[in-house]
T-cell receptor
Framework: GAVVSQHPSRVICKSGTSVKIECRSL??????MFWYRQFPKQSLMLMAT?????????EQGVEKDKFLINHASLTLSTLTVTSAHPEDSSFYIC?????????????FGSGTQLSVL | DAKTTQPPSMDCAEGRAANLPCNHS???????VYWYRQIHSQGPQYIIH???NNETNEMASLIITEDRKSSTLILPHATLRDTAVYYC????????????FGTGTRLKVLA
């Protein structure tokens, strides 16, 4: 089946630093990738939709200057949390839809646990 | 906003069938019903999806009502490893895909 690789799986950083999370589709091309965040015991919250070669579409309330998304190729999207603060600590998950098809399902990465000290 | 509602939690005895309901009364004609599950601190795992016909795969069965306003995910013989949060999502495949997660059902399989 389709595999989405997400790195790193866990990162601890100091407040004020930036953190980049990578999401790769390993055996398929993905024109669209999604980024979610999840707080403990809560559901996944969609942050943004990333389209290859164009600007990401952010959900209401998500700061685009804070969470920079780049989808430079059909197999790679990155999320950069800029000037991270403790309230940005969360579980970040990416997902991708294989290119083409009417009922393509979403495949998820294994997630990145971000802890900001 | 999520387009689905699910009970917050359910218990099921090991070896018995687990039936997880989902209400999606505002579903539109081109929207599919997808089921995913998430085991603690992992990315969600795809289970099954359907449009209007019932579907079955090696993991589960999906029963969609004739009016498509609700569905039931059936795990025929639940095991302890099926303990997870199960999410029902409806999404269109035309235009922009958008998968909005609801609160899900926390299924606990009991030994």
């Amino acid at each position: 089946g389709a595999v989405v690789s997400q790195h790193p799986s866990r990162v601890i950083c100091k407040s004020g630093t930036s953190v980049k999370i990578e999401c790769r589709s390993l055996d398929f091309q993905a024109t669209t990738m999604f980024w979610y965040r999840q707080f403990p015991k809560q559901s996944l919250m969609l942050m943004a939709t990333s389209n290859e070669g164009s600007k990401a579409t952010y959900e209401q309330g998500v700061e685009k200057d804070k969470f920079l998304i780049n989808h430079a190729s059909l197999t790679l999207s990155t999320l950069t949390v800029t000037s991270a603060h403790p309230e940005d600590s969360s579980f970040y998950i990416c997902s991708a839809i294989p290119r083409g098809g009417w009922d393509e399902k979403l495949f998820f990465g294994s997630g990145t646990q971000l802890s900001v000290l | 906003d999520a387009k689905t509602t699910q009970p917050p939690s359910m218990d099921c005895a090991e070896g018995r069938a687990a039936n997880l309901p989902c209400n999606h009364s505002t579903i539109s004609g081109n929207e599919y019903v997808y089921w995913y599950r998430q085991i603690h601190s992992q990315g969600p795992q795809y289970i099954i999806h359907g449009l209007k016909n019932n579907e079955t795969n090696e993991m589960a069965s999906l029963i969609i009502t004739e009016d498509r306003k609700s569905s039931t995910l059936i795990l025929p013989h639940a095991t302890l490893r099926d303990t997870a949060v199960y999410y029902c999502i409806v999404s269109s495949t035309s235009g922009t895909y958008k998968y909005i997660f609801g609160t899900g059902t926390r299924l606990k399989v009991l030994a």
